[in-house]
């Protein structure tokens, strides 16, 4: 078998076999019939959060282990490593803690100081996610949820990383 090898952007590779057959290649992972034309990074190939953006590092493996957590999670992966990296450039995130880790609930909370994100995901109750705001200057505390259907994932972690980075920048 010949295998002829493009160099492609970033650090990935294209490999193409005499049989017609390509694949991608960034380290030792690689993966079959992939398309690197399209705006997704194919599967395999991993992007690397920088340290002052990875919200996720504090989360222990376990979470990972709760489908519908990892799905939404992903998802929030997915929006950071999208955003404009100049956008990003001086922002620091707090990282994900869990707060509540059961074997039927899992609550993951993203505290800033005025305000904290909070995402719940229960086999009984369903998935639910919203914000807790406290203004100690006028005395005022705000608590907000909605449910969270799986179908929702992309767009609520999407308009929830925009907030916190917004709020991170200083926004109101």
């Given at each position: 078998m010949?295998r002829?090898?493009t160099?492609?952007?970033g ?6 076999t005499?049989s017609?057959?390509?694949f991608?290649?960034?380290?030792y992972s ?13 599967k395999g ?45 001086g922002?620091?995130?707090p990282?994900?803690r869990?707060?509540?880790f ?15 994100l ?43 990383v ?11």
């Amino acid at each position: 078998m010949s295998r002829s090898v493009t160099i492609t952007k970033g650090y990935s590779s294209q490999v193409k076999t005499n049989s017609g057959r390509s694949f991608y290649i960034e380290g030792y992972s690689h993966v079959p019939n992939s398309d690197m034309r399209t705006n997704r990074t194919p599967k395999g190939i991993k992007r690397v959060l920088s340290p002052e953006i990875d919200i996720f590092t504090a989360l222990p493996a376990s979470v990972y282990g709760n489908d519908r957590a990892k799905s939404f999670l992903n998802e929030m992966r997915t929006c950071l490593l999208n955003w404009d990296k100049d956008e990003l450039r001086g922002i620091t995130l707090p990282k994900l803690r869990v707060t509540e880790f059961t074997d039927v609930t899992i609550v993951i909370e993203w505290i800033f100081n005025y305000f904290r994100l909070y995402f719940s995901f229960d086999q009984k109750e369903g998935d639910f996610y919203g914000e807790v705001m406290s203004d100690v200057e006028n005395g005022k505390f705000h608590n907000e949820f909605r449910r969270m259907e799986t179908a929702e994932y992309p767009s609520i972690a999407e308009a929830e990383v925009a907030y916190a980075v917004m709020m991170a920048e200083g926004g109101e």
